[in-house]
T-cell receptor
Framework: DAGITQSPRHKVTETGTPVTLRCHQT?????MYWYRQDPGHGLRLIHYSYGVKDTDKGEVSDGYSVSRSKTEDFLLTLESATSSQTSVYFC????????????FGPGTRLTVL | SQKIEQNSEALNIQEGKTATLTCNYT??????LQWYRQDPGRGPVFLLL???NEKEKRKERLKVTFDTTLKQSLFHITASQPADSATYLC?????????????WGLGTSLAVNP
């Protein structure tokens, strides 16, 4: 276990409200990722970070923003939640060595009503 | 565009048999390929990595092959057990310089029946 926690683990919210998901790691890994996983789509990258304050977009970044002010924390914000953002969100980390084994958190199940 | 395909149908096998899962990729030349296991309600867990210059990699009852000509990786579980029942994901990785992003297949569900 790479010491990755996600909070909250479950959340129900209403359309139009902002939501922030937190990922915390204790392994000092350089790379951090936010994915969403939906039936029929598999894991899709939302945003990733390659260092403190260094972030970039993934393939499904619209409607999401991220921040990484410390190595251990990577926050994902849904600026104005929509029902299409109902999903399971996974955070992952990687050391950043040549071959990039990723370590995943337990996931956050988000429901937007 | 880059595409990863895994067996879309669930694989059901008898305990003790060998399970073989397939991962095909197109429009892509990965430097290496990873396999992960995912149990319901949990995040994926890394199993094995194979580099483009390796034909085969083994770890206990697991074996992975990587054929860059066929653009295919095969994942084998020998002497399968009910505890091996899970979804298995393949994730080819691009060459260095792409911030280590992986591209994920949809996964193949494996059920090992006692």
């Amino acid at each position: 276990d790479a010491g990755i926690t996600q909070s909250p683990r479950h959340k129900v919210t209403e359309t139009g409200t902002p939501v922030t998901l937190r990922c915390h790691q204790t392994e000092n890994h350089r790379y951090m990722y936010w994915y969403r996983q939906d039936p029929g789509h598999g894991l899709r990258l939302i945003h990733y970070s390659y260092g403190v304050k260094d972030t970039d977009k993934g393939e499904v970044s619209d409607g999401y923003s991220v921040s990484r002010s410390k190595t251990e924390d990577f926050l994902l914000t849904l600026e104005s939640a929509t029902s299409s953002q109902t999903s399971v969100y996974f955070c992952a980390t990687a050391r950043g060595e040549s071959y990039n084994e990723q370590f995943f958190g337990p996931g956050t199940r988000l429901t937007v009503l | 565009s880059q595409k990863i395909e895994q067996n879309s149908e669930a694989l059901n096998i008898q305990e003790g048999k060998t399970a073989t899962l397939t991962c095909n990729y197109t429009n892509y030349s990965p430097a290496y390929l990873q396999w992960y296991r995912q149990d319901p309600g949990r995040g994926p867990v890394f199993l094995l990595l194979i580099r483009e210059n390796e034909k085969e990699k083994r770890k206990e009852r697991l074996k992975v092959t990587f054929d860059t000509t066929l653009k295919q990786s095969l994942f084998h579980i020998t002497a399968s057990q009910p505890a091996d029942s899970a979804t298995y994901l393949c994730a080819p990785a691009p060459r260095a310089g792409n911030n280590r992003k992986l591209i994920w297949g949809l996964g193949t569900s494996l059920a090992v029946n006692p």
